[in-house]
């Protein structure tokens, strides 16, 4: 059994969701203590309890400790189902969160998935739905084809958002033909994208535009074309955002293996819609400048991927989150991380035994 210490690092939530992805991939049951012993509220929130909860309910686990407030949990894990589900985290808990702890499976099992999910789309201390699915998606369809729709808007404290998704792999893990993730390399830049949204009652005061338009101002000597869209949404409760992601290639996008780096800002009372375009625009134009092809907040949510299709990348800066995943990686699959001038390498193959195929999903290891 893998032993796990949830204070490892940047000690938040990640590592237990990391753990649960790659223990279904695996079959490994694992148990975890300290989870989230650094927070100002240790142990499991209902965020974490809804991830816990679909995990178990995708691959039939058996668990415990899975309680609000729990520090340590149990985990041992079933083969993994697939089929069409819903979740309903209960808050404004993040989707794109919640997803962490059963994307990683359902990417490399051939049984299609399909989840739909009620909850936080845009919120605090997450990936946005629409960095979710500009930025990070676009790096998995590599190895699967997966399709992510926005049925409603969601922000703090009420939620109430919608995000359906379906997964539909065409490589199981371990398969030979399995494509590496090298991106090390930043081509042209081609153009800038971006969505600036807001809740419907902000639409008098033009919340979406004016952060839209303090973008494009910003973004203005960039030296490639902007297109920023603006949208408004009937919302439990009031919010906006925007994102903006550059994308760069040849002639045009490598969809084989695309460069996408990308940026987000998120209202907050009291923050003028002006200061959200600025800030995300500051943010993607430091990324821009470095010669780095990708962001920060992609490389942590690329490292499980990076393990099992192996390859390369490149980072503009290694987090504490990055290096809390290469933890939980490490002790999920036989490979070590190389980590040299912000390039975050596999330094050795991964390689099948006796114990990693014990229990697992036969069509994970065909």
Not at 59 to 79: C, L, N, R
Not at 147 to 160: C, F, Q
Request: charged share 25%; net charge neutral.
């Amino acid at each position: 059994m893998i032993q796990l210490d949830g204070s490892f690092g940047e000690g938040g939530g990640s590592i237990l969701r990391q753990a649960l992805a790659l223990s279904i991939l695996t079959g490994k049951d694992f148990n975890i203590k300290n989870i989230r012993s650094n927070r100002p509220k240790p142990g499991l929130s209902a965020q974490h309890l809804a991830a816990l909860n679909a995990a178990v309910e995708v691959s039939g686990a058996t668990v415990w400790g899975d309680a609000i407030g729990s520090t340590e949990v149990y985990f041992k894990p079933g083969e993994y189902k697939g089929g069409t589900r819903r979740f309903d985290i209960g808050t404004a808990g993040s989707i794109t969160l919640l997803l962490q702890s059963v994307l990683l499976p359902a990417v490399f099992s051939k049984k299609k998935s399909v989840f739909t999910i009620t909850g936080g789309t845009d919120v605090s201390w997450s990936a946005p739905y629409d960095y979710f699915t500009n930025v990070f998606l676009p790096q998995l369809r590599r190895f699967a084809d997966i399709d992510a729709s926005l049925l409603k808007r969601g922000y703090y404290p009420r939620g109430g958002g919608e995000l359906k998704i379906s997964i539909n792999s065409r490589f199981a893990r371990d398969n030979a033909d399995l494509p590496k993730l090298a991106i090390i390399e930043k081509p042209n830049l081609l153009h800038i994208k971006g969505s600036s949204h807001a809740s419907a009652d902000l639409e008098p005061n033009r919340v979406s535009e004016r952060q839209a338009e303090s973008a494009k101002l910003k973004l203005k000597g960039i030296g490639a074309p902007v297109f920023i869209t603006t949208s408004y949404a009937n919302t439990p409760s009031t919010g906006s955002g925007i994102v903006l992601w550059a994308i760069y290639g040849g002639e045009e996008i490598d969809f084989k293996n695309p460069v996408i780096i990308g940026s987000d800002s998120l209202g907050q009372p009291g923050k003028r819609a002006e200061h959200l375009g600025i800030e995300a625009s500051e943010k993607l134009m430091e990324f821009i400048s470095s010669d780095a092809p990708v962001d920060e907040y992609l490389c942590d949510q690329l490292i499980p991927y990076l393990a099992v299709a192996g390859g390369k990348i490149k980072t503009n800066k290694v987090t504490d989150h990055t290096l809390s995943n290469i933890y939980v990686t490490e002790k999920f699959l036989d490979v070590k991380f190389d980590i040299k001038e912000n390039v975050v390498s596999i330094s050795a193959p991964i390689e099948k035994n006796s114990e990693d195929t014990a229990g697992k999903d036969p069509e994970l290891n065909p």
